[in-house]
């Protein structure tokens, strides 16, 4: 963890040259900050750095994504739906990248899944702008 959280404190910007330093620093984190105790001081550290790995990790899904390297960035984004299930931006992100490869019935069934997720787990809807996405896109393919 010290290591990872120096890299984020480098604030280093992300590049085709500093990738690689990026996917050290993002394969660092192998679970939850003292995952195997339930000390509930720990409680805060934990998901402060929850939230600086799902934010890094968005931010090289991003970058993937921007430069056509979209095996990279669903490997990532499923990475991102196994660890924080309850985080719409990699199902998103899937979601347009299925679109962009032509896979349909893939986007549905990301739709569905982060419906599902966040309506059992919080009994909340996806995020207005995901669902405004999958409906204008189903509409223009008819899927």
């Known amino acids: ?36 105790h339930k000390y509930i001081w ?26 056509d390297e979209w095996d990279k960035a669903m490997t990532l984004c499923l990475d991102i739906c196994q660890r924080y299930p309850l985080e719409e931006g990699a199902y998103f ?3 347009k990248i299925f679109a962009d490869m032509g896979r349909h019935s893939s986007v549905h069934m990301q739709y569905e899944q982060v419906k599902d997720v966040l309506w059992n787990e919080l009994q909340e809807h996806p995020n207005q702008a995901i669902t405004e996405w999958y409906h204008l896109r189903k509409q223009k393919n008819k899927e």
């Open 1 to 36: 963890m010290d290591q990872f959280e120096q890299f984020f404190r480098s604030d280093l910007s992300l590049s085709a040259k500093t990738i690689g330093e990026y996917e050290q620093a993002i394969a660092l984190c192998k679970g939850d900050y003292l995952q195997e």
């Open 42 to 67: 720990a409680e805060s550290e934990r998901q402060r750095l929850q939230l600086q790995w799902v934010q890094t990790a968005l931010k090289m899904v991003d970058w993937y994504y921007a430069n």
């Open 93 to 95: 992100y899937l979601m």
